[in-house]
């Protein structure tokens, strides 16, 4: 019913940025909060940062004044402006949205497919 793609992954060395992209579709009403997880190695799925549809945002410590989340509703899309990374960002990054379908009006959780981001030099 609805796909979520993220897009922007890869290798940077330490200091560097990375920008994720995930978008939304298919049968769509609107969509509440949107987010970012991320998995390492070894350890459980933790939040990195959420949005609400009216643009509250809410970050993981961890990432406080290095990471950048935003969204644009107009495309069903978010965004995670990742700066200054550290080899302990290393993780498979997940987006996340609470969406109301078209139609039936449920309210649904998605996951996207995951991408990685490798922070290493």
């Known amino acids: 019913q609805v796909q979520l793609v993220e897009s922007g992954g890869g290798l940077v060395q330490p200091g560097g940025s990375l920008r994720l992209s995930c978008a939304a579709s298919?049968?769509?009403?609107?969509?509440?909060?949107m987010g970012w997880y991320r998995q390492a190695p070894g350890k459980e799925r933790e939040l990195v940062a959420d949005?609400?549809?009216?643009?509250?945002?809410n970050y993981a410590d961890s990432v406080k004044g290095r990471f950048t989340i935003s969204r644009d509703n107009a495309k069903n899309t978010v965004y995670l402006q990742m700066n200054s990374l550290k080899p302990e960002d290393t993780a498979v990054y997940f987006c996340?949205?609470?969406?109301?379908?078209?139609?039936?009006?449920?309210?649904?959780?998605?996951w996207g497919q995951g991408t990685q981001a490798t922070v290493s030099s």
């Open positions: 949005i609400t549809r009216g643009g509250s945002t």
């Open positions: 996340y949205a609470r969406v109301v379908l078209s139609a039936s009006l449920n309210v649904n959780d998605y």
């Open positions: 298919g049968r769509i009403f609107s969509i509440g909060v």
